[in-house]
């Protein structure tokens, strides 16, 4: 049985309480600057894109009709009446039996609906040209407002602005555009027995880990990471640590104060913020359940699990879909928007109802078939399955498991 991927992205009432958040603030940016923000307002076309018909192609500008069915063998003979510049806006008409020469980008004359490009053509002497290919209307031409029509909505509120975007505004005059500002997103790494990287490795210490692969994926979703280093399991540090991230951030990211023992030390330092509240306690995925959702004021405050797979499935799954939508972007728990790959499974995946499994895949290709699928098992609390995967195999909370030979659907990471 074949899942649909798109139906099994879960949450079960977490998705909305992370959507209840408002997105960051609207303001003018230069579109050089805008490549990655969303969009905080429509925009519409201020003029015709292109401005007139224009030529694609160095050519000579025709009626199409005056050229059907012309040859190598049977060609067409024009008169060329005009030699076009590419600045130049002619101002005759283009008259039956006639040509023009016309450079790419050029405009063309009224009457003529089509370009044949010079490669087809040879000049013959006295102004006749010999035209040795058919021509269609529109053939090498671009076509007024063909790109963009006067007034016509090009961009909604919530587009994320891509290079080609930003080319299209170009085009249109347009230098600034209303974007929603990127969030900062402030990241804390939580527990006595985390070490800076550059420690020596000693028993009993762990080197912070979470704080850098963070960093990484809140670019990736288009954030600005923050850092605020290793906080002990301390409350009061917690607490102080917690609010100065508050003061100056969208969103807070704790890392390793989730776990069972350690949960309410995050919850009270949550709870010790001015109008807090913890809005869930847990979520039904693996890796990853014991995630916290709390906020304090208007800003929403994550408690991530400490193990490192854990943390970084919550974070491809959850955390930065959140990112977007704090960014302005609509429906950006939509899993369309993310690469997928269609694969065989290896073997028989076992799973548990009741919870969405993240299960890592490894991808062996194969001649003529399509990819076999390959699950990595291992603990939450080892970087290998995450090194050695190729992509995620999601198995919805009402199913079992999946079968070997089923066809799955590989979200590639």
Known sequence: MRHDFFDILIR??????LLSFAPTPIEMQSISDAYGLVLGEDILSPENLPPANRSCMDGYAVHARDVF??????????EQCAQLRVDEAPNFTLK????????????????????????????????????????TPGEHSMLKGEDAANGEKIYEAGHSVRFQDVGLLAALGIGSVKTHRKPRIGIISTGDELVEIEAPPRVGTIRDVNSHTLRCLVSKAGGIPVNYGIVPDKLQKLESTLAKAIAENDLILLSGGSSVGMRDLTVRAIEAMADSEILAHGVAISP????????????????LPGQVT????????????????????????????????????????????????????????????????????????LLKTMIQADGLMIIP?????????EQIQVWLI
């Open 69 to 78: 069915g012309a040859t190598e063998s049977n060609p067409a003979y024009l």
């Open 310 to 381: 854990s943390v970084q499935i919550v974070m491809l799954s959850i955390v930065m879909p959140f990112i977007r939508h704090l960014m302005g972007q609509r429906n950006s728990f939509d899993c369309r928007d993310r690469p997928i790959l269609l694969a065989e499974l290896e073997r028989n995946t076992p799973s548990k109802q009741g919870r969405e499994d993240y299960v890592r895949v490894k991808l062996k290709h194969r001649k003529g078939n399509i990819p076999l699928a390959e699950p990595i098992y291992g603990k939450s609390g």
């Open 288 to 303: 990853g359940k014991p995630t916290i959702l709390g906020k304090a004021g208007s800003k929403p405050v994550l408690g």
């Open 12 to 17: 079960e009432g977490f998705e909305s309480l």
């Open 96 to 135: 039956k039996g006639d040509c023009a020469a016309i450079p790419t980008g050029g405009t063309l004359p009224d009457g003529a609906d089509a370009v044949v490009m010079v490669e087809h053509t040879q000049e013959l002497g006295a102004g006749t040209i010999e035209i040795r290919k058919s021509s």
């Open 397 to 405: 909370s009402d199913m079992e498991g999946s079968y070997a030979g």
